[in-house]
């Protein structure tokens, strides 16, 4: 997996289906405004970009 910029499979439907499986296991984004939820979700891409880097045998 590269860049999130560049690379084709890293989409918002892949963040979405995430946030998906997170919630369906009972975990909530925090109250507080869709500011909160959006600095959340941001810090769970960045999250999610080095997780599919490490499934994927990179390392730095």
């Keep these: ?4 910029t ?5 989409t918002p439907l892949l963040a ?4 998906a499986v997170l919630e369906k296991h009972g975990y909530r984004l925090p109250a507080g405004g869709d500011h909160v939820q959006a600095l959340v979700l941001a810090r769970v891409e960045g999250a999610l970009q080095n997780l599919a ?3 994927e045998g990179r390392t730095w």
């Design 1 to 4: 997996m590269g860049n999130s």
């Design 6 to 10: 560049t690379d084709l499979r890293f």
């Design 16 to 19: 979405a289906e995430v946030q």
């Design 53 to 55: 880097a490490i499934f």
